[in-house]
């Protein structure tokens, strides 16, 4: 039974690692190091993916999409947030609007954000107004600030259709 309107909360986090490039919010950003993940490590849809599903009490992104599973290896992370959203969308649930942080010293990720606002809204079907996408730093403290990985946290607020 909907009870009308429905808030979840996800976090995600993933080391850095060699490479050239991450992924996040579905943009591909150069940089001098990748992600260490099982899928393509996109921090941003991770965390979003935990807060649609947490919405609604139905676990966590490790639960539907184990990193013990080889067909999720290297994982396209917008493919997971739309088999999420369709989870949602099964319940008669709907987006209202998500509230995404982005927790890094680098890549600096200004010029990005648009565009992770525009792919998110596209895979969940809603306009780019309901999506906000912020990024800040930890002003050199802790592991974000010692540059050794990226976080993010995702609000979302749906309501039944």
Known sequence: MNT???????????????????????VRIAHSKGLKAHSDGDVVLHALCDALLGALALGDIGRHFPDTEAEFAGADSR????????????????????????????????????????NIAADLNTPPANISVKATTSEKLGFIGQEQGIAAHAVVLLTDT
């Open 79 to 118: 493919e997971l947030l739309k088999h999420v959203y369709s989870l949602i969308t099964k319940q008669r649930y709907q987006l209202q609007n998500t509230d995404i942080t982005v927790l890094a010293e680098r890549p600096k990720l200004a010029a990005h954000v648009d565009a992770m606002r525009a």
């Open 4 to 26: 009308g309107i429905r808030i979840g909360h996800g976090y995600d986090v993933h080391a850095f690692e060699p490479g050239d490039h991450v992924v996040l919010g579905g």
